[in-house]
């Protein structure tokens, strides 16, 4: 009576680039479920197969789908200059800043903006603002500010990866009363 069941199995990789001829990377042991294939080029198609292989003899492989290494996704730029003031009330400032120059390929989710009181040293998230079309400059208007208080503010841009480096005001901003014709000086 033949125990191949019991035969020692060990797997072969095998590797096709831009569908051409099949190459063996390695041969691993049973209990290896993961390998690292090294030195592929970006932007190259590729198939991966394995089989199992003891003294009976080889399997049929099973393939991978066709995958093209890409680089993977990063941070997003910073905001862009110049973050202003662009409006002004009693309790209000409304901010203009510039969209990132580059989203670490993978789309820009939202910009974070954060405020804080310009002697103290920790900002306060505010809200998340919506990217707009290429190149088209953003603005939000923060409301329930204090008269006659200094801000001070920065932007952040957000991806699936994570946060930009922030952009900070350069001076700080104060909610006054707008000037009129009929203001008394």
């Given at each position: 009576m033949?125990?191949?069941a019991?035969?020692?199995?060990q797997?072969?990789?095998e590797?096709?680039e831009?569908?051409?001829d099949?190459?063996?990377?390695?041969?691993?042991?049973?209990f290896?479920?993961?390998?690292?294939a090294?030195?592929?080029?970006?932007?190259?198609m590729?198939k991966f197969?394995v089989?199992?292989v003891?003294k009976?003899?080889?399997?049929k492989?099973?393939?991978?789908?066709?995958?093209?290494l890409?680089?993977?996704?990063e941070?997003?730029?910073?905001?862009?200059?110049?973050f202003?003031?662009?409006?002004?009330?009693k309790?209000?400032l409304?901010?203009t800043w510039?969209?990132?120059?580059?989203?670490?390929?993978s789309?820009?989710?939202?910009?974070?903006?954060?405020?804080?009181?310009?002697?103290?040293?920790?900002?306060?998230?505010?809200t998340k603002v919506?990217?707009?079309?290429?190149?088209q400059k953003?603005?939000?208007c923060?409301?329930g500010?204090?008269e006659?208080?200094?801000?001070?503010?920065r932007?952040f841009?957000?991806?699936s990866?994570?946060?930009s480096?922030?952009i900070?005001?350069d001076?700080?901003?104060k909610?006054?009363s707008p000037?009129?014709?009929?203001?008394?000086l």
């Open positions: 033949l125990h191949y019991k035969s020692p199995i797997y072969i990789l590797i096709q831009d569908k051409h099949w190459k063996q990377l390695s041969t691993v042991d049973n290896i479920t993961k390998f690292k090294a030195d592929l080029k970006e932007g190259t590729y197969r089989s199992a003891n009976v003899g080889q399997s492989p099973l393939e991978s789908d066709q995958v093209v890409e680089k993977p996704p941070k997003p730029g910073p905001p862009t200059y110049p202003t003031m662009t409006e002004f009330s309790t209000s409304t901010l510039g969209p990132s120059q580059t989203d670490g390929g789309s820009i989710l939202h910009y974070i903006l954060e405020k804080r009181e310009s002697w103290k040293s920790t900002f306060q998230y505010v919506k990217p707009q079309s290429q190149g953003l603005t939000h923060v409301e500010l204090k006659d208080q200094d801000y001070m503010f932007v841009a957000e991806n990866v994570g946060a480096k922030a900070e005001t001076v700080p901003y909610p006054r000037f009129s014709k009929y203001s008394i």
